[in-house]
């Protein structure tokens, strides 16, 4: 007889209206069961069903237990993944200051200065304390993002995926942007965010818009057109649903809008392995309860319901393969895949992935 063996795994994603949903996949004696409880920002949470159910079974006690592994939790890479280097700057035009003023001070665990600019970061994040502005990451990927801005030294950035305003508030602080657009699904509008920028006087450079999805590619080609008159971008920041088909969307409205040498960031894009992962991980010791339990979770699609994020990815490195003029780079590193524009004209209003990642091996697409 095989052994109880139990486990979980948790992720989140992230729902309309400020809620976002938890995601706990424990397998308990053999059964995979997936609760899913939504969480808004205030704390609230409500339990499904299908989750009380889950966990009032009387189980065996987990004997390997991940604990919460949120999609989040990211090994300690080096930074500076990225196909970014020196001549990927704009043309100086003596506009930019010279250094990043001032230099982000981490103090303890979750703390980040920069000057007088307190900032929370946590993943996932939690209470934010007051008088601090919440970033939902963990401190090597927000080194890495210095790396990055120190490299790139963008004017024209758009982020998708606001959260609590604390990364919005981050990029400003990083200077040199002279716009910063940032676009979020839930309508509320973030106190935090408008003291800030009152506090700083930034209201030209910080413009947030909410009650955006981001895969509406309309409305996202026309804030982003208005916001700067058609003038090219140099950095987009994906940090929304990383959802495949809303990620796709917007990646298709935003990339030809980068200019030559721009840098596209898709965030947590391997977060459906990681969890996957690690729940084959914890059932390594006996595989035949290991078998059966990834048969089901390709079968019933139970971890990643939708087309896993890495997808796009992979489409991209497709892209690339065929067509470097488009694509010039895509470097996939632990926090986010860094894709680089190429030179090639590329039109804002059709531009669509399938004209150029066209797979002529069938690399993504088995032969029957
Ligand atoms: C990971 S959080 C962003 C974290 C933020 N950039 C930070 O570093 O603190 C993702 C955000 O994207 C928003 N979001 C989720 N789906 C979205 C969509 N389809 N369009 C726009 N925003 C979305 C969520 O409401 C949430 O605020």
């Not at 930034?202 to 916001?227: C, F, K, M, T, W």
């Amino acid at each position: 007889m095989t052994e109880p063996v139990g486990v979980e795994v948790t992720g989140r994603r992230h729902l309309d209206r400020g809620w976002e949903e938890e995601l706990l996949v424990s397998v308990l004696d053999g059964e995979v069961s997936p609760q899913r409880t939504e969480v808004r920002g205030d704390g609230e949470r409500h339990q499904s069903e299908e989750g009380e159910h889950a966990h009032s079974r009387p189980g065996v006690p987990p004997r390997h237990r991940t604990g919460a592994v949120s999609r989040s939790v990211l090994v300690d890479a080096p930074s500076g993944a990225h196909p970014v280097g020196p001549s990927d700057r704009p043309p100086d035009d003596g506009r930019y200051p010279a250094t990043v003023p001032p230099t982000p001070e981490f103090i303890g665990d979750h703390l980040l200065r920069i000057g007088d600019i307190r900032f929370h970061y946590e993943h996932p994040l939690n209470h934010v304390p007051p008088d601090h502005l919440g970033i939902e990451k963990v401190r090597s990927l927000l080194e890495a993002y210095f790396e990055l801005w120190n490299r790139l030294r963008p004017r024209r950035v758009v982020e998708l995926g606001i959260r609590r305003g604390g990364s919005t508030a981050m990029l400003c602080e990083l200077g040199g942007a002279e716009r910063i657009v940032s676009v979020e699904l839930s309508a509320t509008r973030l106190e935090a965010l408008d003291r800030y920028v009152a506090a700083r006087g930034v209201p030209d450079v910080v413009h947030p818009h909410y009650g955006v999805d981001q895969s509406d590619r309309n409305r996202l080609a026309r804030i982003v057109d208005d916001e700067f008159e058609e003038a090219p971008l140099d950095l987009v920041i994906d940090d929304a649903s990383h959802l495949y088909d809303e990620s796709r969307a917007s990646f298709e409205v935003l990339f030809p809008r980068l200019r030559p040498g721009g840098v596209y960031l898709l965030e947590d894009w391997r977060w459906e392995h990681m969890m996957a992962g690690q729940l084959a991980a914890a059932l390594e010791r006996d595989p035949v309860v290991r078998r059966e339990i990834e048969a089901r979770i390709v079968a019933e699609n139970r971890i990643a319901p939708d087309t896993p994020m890495s997808r796009l990815v992979l489409e991209l490195v497709v892209t690339r393969a065929e067509c470097e003029d488009v694509v010039a780079d895509v470097v996939v590193g632990p926090f986010w895949a860094a894709v680089r524009r190429g030179p090639a004209p590329l039109d804002p209003q059709a531009f669509r992935l399938d004209d150029h990642a066209r797979d002529l091996l069938h690399v993504l697409t088995p032969l029957a």
